[in-house]
């Protein structure tokens, strides 16, 4: 562990029983980077994040959060955390104001401009009682809870859920600031269109596993992209359907349409040997490219996609 990491997991697993949380974990979050935790929902993502705050003791492997062993002195770190845990639900104080006057105590160090500052970005009255607040205003309250004391680390479990696009604009808006000030962000989800806005690198896991760990420009270079080629004659799907990376091949008389997955040279190629007219190839769609991660190859842990 160096301290330009400010999350390592070494092996980091989890069982309940025979049923798989999170199986052989190694993930490095660099010290001021963004990091997006993708995956669909059931994992892996909440067991980690509650390993790596000691909520969850692993059955195997370790996490080590801003150089600590998160079993040792788990007030002294938690203090240098900001978390958004992804259930909230917040003890019998009577209003927001006071839940997070009595959390910044507890933490010290919280300037109140900082909370009021908040919570006028996310537009929510404090002096609202706790139990009357919308499912979207309790997140904002989590929210300003792990943003108020300017930890070195936030670790925020699915941060947008409940809240309305203008408002998860402002939370994208606030882990950009976080950023430039030099904080970590660790944040799950399961939507790859808000953490591709904001993160450095993404890890994917998938039913316990990582799947892939990539940063966001890098995984626009594998994505999958849609390819119409028009051709001067009638051709034959056969030529076309066993190219490496090409999907999807439907022909109809001159005109090819397929999916690519990553290089376009096979396809090319397989091309040049009739006359083309016309060729048009879609943007490379990340979210389609998400999504392969998350069905395609299932099974092993997937090592090959394993990146930087
Ligand atoms: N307390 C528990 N007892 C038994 N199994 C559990 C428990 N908590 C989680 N699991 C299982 O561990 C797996 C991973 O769950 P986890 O909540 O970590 O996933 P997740 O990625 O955070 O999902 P979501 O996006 O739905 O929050 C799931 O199969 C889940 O059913």
């Known amino acids: 562990m160096t301290s330009d990491l400010?999350?390592?997991?070494?092996?980091?697993?989890?069982?309940?029983?025979?049923?798989?949380?999170?199986?052989?974990?190694?993930?490095?979050?660099?010290?001021?980077?963004?990091?997006?935790?993708?995956?669909?929902?059931?994992?892996?993502?909440?067991?980690?994040?509650?390993?790596?705050?000691?909520?969850?003791?692993?059955?195997?492997?370790?996490?080590?959060v801003l150089g600590q062993d998160p079993r040792r002195d788990k007030a002294r770190l938690h203090r240098q955390i900001g978390y958004l845990p992804g259930e909230l639900s917040f003890p019998g104080r009577d209003r927001a104001a006071d839940l997070l006057r009595f959390l910044g105590d507890a933490r010290g160090g919280v300037a109140w401009s900082q909370v009021t500052e908040l919570a006028d970005r996310f537009e929510i009255d404090l002096s609202q009682p706790l139990r009357a607040l919308s499912k979207g205003n309790r997140q904002k309250v989590g929210l300003i809870q792990?943003?108020?004391?300017?930890?070195?680390?936030?670790?925020?479990?699915?941060?947008?859920?409940?809240?309305?696009?203008?408002?998860?604009?402002?939370?994208?808006?606030?882990?950009?600031?976080?950023?430039?000030?030099?904080?970590?962000?660790?944040?799950?989800?399961?939507?790859?269109?808000?953490?591709?806005?904001?993160?450095?690198?993404?890890?994917?896991?998938?039913?316990?596993?990582?799947?892939?760990?990539?940063?966001?420009?890098?995984?626009?270079?594998?994505?999958?992209?849609?390819?119409e080629i028009h051709f001067a004659d009638p051709i034959d799907a056969e030529d076309f359907s066993r190219l490496p990376g090409v999907h999807e091949v439907t022909v109809s008389g001159p005109v090819l349409r397929c999916t690519v997955d990553g290089r376009l040279d096979p396809l090319i190629k397989a091309a040049a040997r009739h006359e083309v007219v016309d060729l048009l190839a879609a943007e490379p769609d990340l979210e389609e490219t998400f999504l392969s991660y998350y069905y395609h190859s299932e099974g092993a842990g997937d090592a090959s996609r394993v990146g930087a």
């Open 146 to 227: 792990a943003f108020m004391h300017r930890p070195a680390l936030l670790v925020l479990d699915e941060p947008t859920g409940g809240l309305d696009p203008l408002m998860q604009q402002e939370f994208l808006a606030l882990v950009r600031e976080a950023r430039a000030d030099g904080q970590t962000v660790f944040m799950s989800s399961h939507v790859l269109a808000e953490v591709q806005e904001v993160a450095d690198r993404v890890a994917i896991v998938r039913a316990g596993r990582l799947a892939a760990v990539e940063r966001v420009e890098s995984l626009g270079k594998r994505a999958i992209r849609a390819v």
């Open 6 to 64: 400010a999350v390592c997991a070494d092996d980091l697993t989890k069982f309940y029983g025979p049923r798989r949380g999170i199986d052989g974990l190694h993930l490095q979050v660099h010290a001021g980077e963004v990091m997006g935790f993708l995956g669909p929902n059931g994992s892996g993502k909440t067991t980690t994040i509650r390993m790596m705050l000691d909520f969850l003791r692993p059955t195997r492997g370790q996490a080590t």
